[in-house]
């Protein structure tokens, strides 16, 4: 059985190909090197995957290519694919989100048409509820982003599910809920903490610190996509949360005690588009697809720390 997984060489879609290729599936993976943060840290992220048999590369943007062809012999669309970061999705940028995020969805989704897949899974944000005050949230709430980012994702959400209703695209959306763990993206925050703690830098938090966030460990973002095959739900929504609300001051005590030393933190002006407060319900995931986080932040934040000393050894 054959996976495509877009945005192969990005945090998640790393891991996930790995995950599907020890599951015994082989793996096409497509990803054209956007510049929102260095190539190096993504040639880094498939170095592994580009050894491994079953494995398939290709450098090419969504935009550009024979899709119908690409799709030929694919099973299931695992589509990663997209330009991230909501701080940035503000005034001329927008063109790059709707081009990245809209437009290349809608394309993959009308070659998905003409193709015989048994499950085409987007990935979607929790950015698409801005900042609701139902907490934790249900995929049933009121979606109002708050960033330009969000509004891309719901947008292809919405694309996903006319293609589902119109055409049959068997689609399903995971909405995430603030990824971390090794290979985590430069500007996420998580990263950039532990860098600065790491370098003996200043770490810099956007607000006053206690905004919060529902964490998810990598491993088990990964294992609701593999969830997500082995019971289908074409057309349904489920969010993907790590099961608990943790205040940003909160988690950021920990650092001291991971890194074995203090961190001076100095807080800046919040950023348009940052939502107050997100917290996953993540009940539906657990009573349809059987999903489970099992990983703790301060466990997730350990790991995540030894990728950060040994990708900036030689800083």
Known sequence: MQCLVTGVAG???????????????EVIGIDCFTDYYSRQFKEKNIAGLNTQKGFRFLEANLLQIDL???????????????????????????????????????KLLEASKEAN???FVYASSSSVYGDT?????????????????????????????????????PTVALRYFTVYGPRQRPDMAFHRFLKAALLG????????????????????????HLLVMKRFYPGEVFNIGGGSQTVL???????????????NIIYQDAQKGDVRHTAADISKAKKLLGYQPKVRLAEGLRAEWEWIKEIYKYV
Request: aromatic share 12%; with cysteine.
């Open 11 to 25: 945090f998640i879609g790393s891991h996930l190909a790995e995950a599907l290729l020890r599951e015994g599936y």
């Open 68 to 106: 119908k062809k690409l799709l030929k012999d694919v099973d299931w669309v695992f589509h990663l694919a997209a330009q991230a970061g909501v701080r940035a999705s503000w005034g001329e940028n927008f063109e790059i989100y709707t081009q990245n995020n809209v437009l290349a969805t809608q």
């Open 117 to 119: 897949l048994k499950g």
């Open 133 to 169: 005050k139902v907490l934790p949230t249900p995929e049933k709430t009121y979606l109002q982003p708050l960033s330009p980012y969000g509004v891309t994702k719901l947008a292809a959400e919405h694309l996903c599910y006319l293609y589902y209703k119109n055409f049959g695209v």
């Open 201 to 224: 830098e200043e770490i810099e938090i956007y607000g006053d610190g206690q905004q919060s966030r529902d964490f998810t460990y990598i491993s088990d973002v990964v294992e609701a």
């Open 249 to 263: 001051k909160t988690a950021l005590e920990l650092l001291p005690e991971i890194a074995g030393k203090n961190v």
